[in-house]
Structures are given as C-alpha cells and as structure tokens.
C-alpha cells in the first residue's frame, strides 16, 4: 500500500504542473487584465506601463508561470489587482464553500445511496419507477431553475428560509443551498446505485450468503451493498471538486460569498492570479480526492490489493 501511495504522489506532479500550465496559458490569453483594471477608459500608455511591471506582465508568460509555481510553493499565490493577497480571499471564500460541499455531499450519501438501495431491490416496482421518473426530472431541469424556483418557494412564499445567506454561512443557512448543489448529482447517484445493485443482486457470492442463511440484513449490507458503492464511490470522489468548482451558480442565486463567487468575480474583472490561483487549489483537490477514492478501493473490495 504504501508503495502504491508513493507512486501516485509521483504521478500527481505531472498531472498537476500539466492542469495548472493549462490553465494558467488559458486566462493569459483571455483578455487583457490591465484593459479591464482601468475600466471604460482606456490607461494612458504609462500607467499601463507601471501596472505591467508591478504585476509581472511585461515578462514573457514562460516566465510568468515559473515565477507564480516558485511562488505557489512557498504559500504565495499572488496578489489580487485591487491590491489584496488571493491567499486572504482563499481563507473567507474555501471554508464556506468547504461547507457547502460537505452538505451537498451528505444528501448524495444519504438520500441518493438510500433511495439506490430501494430502488435496487424493488426493480420494477412503483416505488422505483416513481424514483427513476423524479431523478429525471432532477437531472432535466437546469440547477439555476430549481436554485430559483427554492428560493421563490420558500424563502418568499412561505418564508421557511431566508432568501440569502448570511457572511458567516453556517450549516443551518446551507441545507437548501447544498440541496441545489447536490440536486444533479443525487439523482444520479441514485440511479449508479439502483443499477450496481440490482446487477450484483444476480451474482453468487449473494445467493451463496442466502443459502447459508445469513439474514437479509447482513446480506445486503456487508456483501451487496459493500460491493456495489465502487462505482458509486468513484462518482461521489470526483464530484467533490466538481461540487467546489462548480457552486458558481448556486452561489450566485443565495448570495453566498465562497469559491464560486471568487472565481466569479475574478473572471468578470479578468482578474488573472484571483482564477490561476483558486483553480490551482481546486486542481489539487481534484487530485486528492482520487486518491482517496482509489484507496477507499481496497477497504470496500477485499480482493483488491495494492502492491
């Protein structure tokens, strides 16, 4: 295992110098930063002048991403255009959208497994054909739509919720919020789920457990269940950065200053080491979260080994 662990760490330095120079020639290339600092009018060929140099944009883009990994290892990620350090905008805007994850990430265990699991064991019944019609329906409607629709219901109609989110965003404030951000991907979940089970139903390790006479329980949950998660696992694994890089929208309608709305705001004013350096956090997050995902492997799959 640990060897496995090692070459993976190994194999994450390419990946992650590739993603990162990407993205970095990506925004360069998008605009002109200084055009979008002075706003309407145009600078004066010498302000754009001392804006290039204090910024580092009069050097070659070589150059310029050489310079911003020396700096992303020693903790700096730059300096945001209004004069504010990105690493300051990183510690307000991660921790909430870190919570928000983790709420959207509890409905696609909870709710999504769940109704999985249901829906597995009741192949063509109505229960499932009622769960299989309503995450369809989930996965059809635009997240903006139902962001909204949430939003008008019960935060204006019937006054449930408050319509926005406060500056502290607590778990309490983020249960609708993280309901809409995991909408999608619950509904599919739920089918990964209803699918892996309803295959591995069929197999003869289960009904090698049923004829010895193991209870129902114990057969779904320590052999059925433990088997069909892999795919479900894998999915839930790489959504977690998916979730924090794509809370724009959500963000955006209940007001909630996190990641999104960052990434947000820096592509709008084209603020280039606001975007290269939230999504150099979240590219490594990505990387993370497979790791993780490839080792849940072996604890759900005793046949899986690492050498």
């Given at each position: ?11 994450m ?22 055009a979008g ?9 010498a ?34 255009f ?39 064991l ?8 009622s ?7 989930v ?15 019960l ?29 999608v991907?619950l ?23 049923v004829a010895?006479?193991?209870?129902r329980?114990?057969?779904i ?20 950065g ?16 996190g ?35 490839d ?13």
């Open positions: 295992m640990g060897r496995y662990v090692v070459r993976r760490l190994l194999q330095i390419p990946v992650f110098i590739g993603a990162t120079l990407l993205i970095f020639l990506m925004v360069n290339v998008m605009g002109d930063p200084i600092l002075c706003g309407e009018r145009q600078c004066d060929p302000t754009a002048a001392q804006l290039e140099k204090e910024f580092g944009l009069d050097k070659p883009v070589w150059q310029q991403y050489l310079t911003y990994m020396g700096n992303v290892f020693t903790g700096d990620f730059g300096t945001a209004n004069g504010q350090e990105v690493t300051e905008l990183m510690s307000t805007a991660f921790p909430v959208t870190i919570r928000l994850t983790i709420v959207a990430i509890l409905f696609e265990i909870v709710i999504g497994i769940t109704l999985g699991v249901i829906t597995g009741r192949r063509g019944h109505p229960v499932d054909t769960v299989l019609m309503f995450t369809l329906v996965i059809s409607v635009p997240t903006f739509v139902t962001g909204l629709l949430l939003q008008l219901l935060g204006v109609e019937w006054g449930w919720i408050k319509p926005s989110v406060s500056t502290e965003a607590t778990f309490g404030e983020l249960i609708v919020p993280g309901l809409v951000l995991a909408s991907s509904a599919y979940v739920t089918r990964l789920t209803r699918t892996s089970i309803a295959e591995n139903k069929r197999s003869d390790y289960v009904r090698t457990a010895k006479g193991l209870p329980r114990r057969v949950t320590r052999h059925l269940l433990r088997n069909s998660l892999i795919p479900v696992v894998t999915f839930i694994g790489t959504d977690i998916a979730l924090m890089g794509g809370a724009i929208v959500t963000e955006r309608i209940f007001n909630i200053h990641v999104g709305y960052q990434l947000y705001q820096g592509i709008l004013r084209q603020n280039t080491q606001t975007v290269v350096g939230f999504v150099t956090v979240l590219v490594l997050v990505f990387l993370v979260a497979n790791l993780i995902v080792l849940l492997y072996a604890v759900l799959d005793p046949r899986i080994r690492y050498a």
